[in-house]
C-alpha cells in the first residue's frame, strides 16, 4: 500500500517555525516531484510549495515565499517543509503531496495522485 505520512505539524505562536515532514512508504516515488499543500476550514486545498525529484527546481505560493523552504532526502524518501516567521492566516492542515512532474503539483490539488493524511498547524496571534 502506497503511504505519504506527514509529521511535525503542532501548535506554535505567531512569529515561531515548525518543520513539517513526509515520509513514503510502500513504494520509493523515483524521479517523482513533492510537494505539499494546505487547507483551511471552509477553504479549498491551495498550493504551498513544491520540489523536483533532484531538488535543483523549488516553487512556492506568494503567500510563503521567503518564509517558507521546501527540501528533500531521496536516500530517506523524505521531503520537508520549514516554516518560519509563520502567521496565524498559515493555520491548516498541511497535506504532502507526490506527481511525476512538478508543474502538475503547481498546477493545483486536481492533477495531485498521492496524498498524505495531512497534519494540523495552528498558529496562534
Known amino acids: 500500500q502506497v503511504q505519504l505520512v506527514e509529521s511535525g505539524g503542532g501548535l506554535v505562536q505567531a512569529g515561531g517555525s515548525l518543520r513539517l515532514s513526509c515520509a513514503a512508504s510502500g513504494r520509493t516515488f523515483s524521479g517523482y516531484a513533492k510537494g505539499w499543500f494546505r487547507q483551511a476550514p471552509g477553504t479549498e486545498r491551495e498550493f504551498v510549495a513544491a520540489?523536483?525529484?533532484?531538488?535543483?527546481?523549488?516553487y512556492y505560493a506568494d503567500s510563503v515565499k521567503g518564509r517558507f523552504i521546501v527540501s528533500r532526502d531521496n536516500a530517506k524518501n523524505t521531503v520537508f517543509l520549514q516554516m518560519n516567521s509563520l502567521k496565524p492566516e498559515d493555520t491548516a492542515i498541511y497535506y504532502c503531496?507526490?506527481?511525476?512532474?512538478?508543474?502538475?503539483?503547481?498546477?493545483?490539488?486536481?492533477?495531485?495522485?498521492?496524498w498524505g493524511q495531512g497534519t494540523q498547524v495552528t498558529v496562534s496571534s
Open positions: 503531496a507526490a506527481e511525476e512532474h512538478t508543474s502538475d503539483i503547481v498546477a493545483g490539488s486536481e492533477k495531485v495522485r498521492y
Open positions: 520540489i523536483s525529484w533532484g531538488g535543483a527546481n523549488t
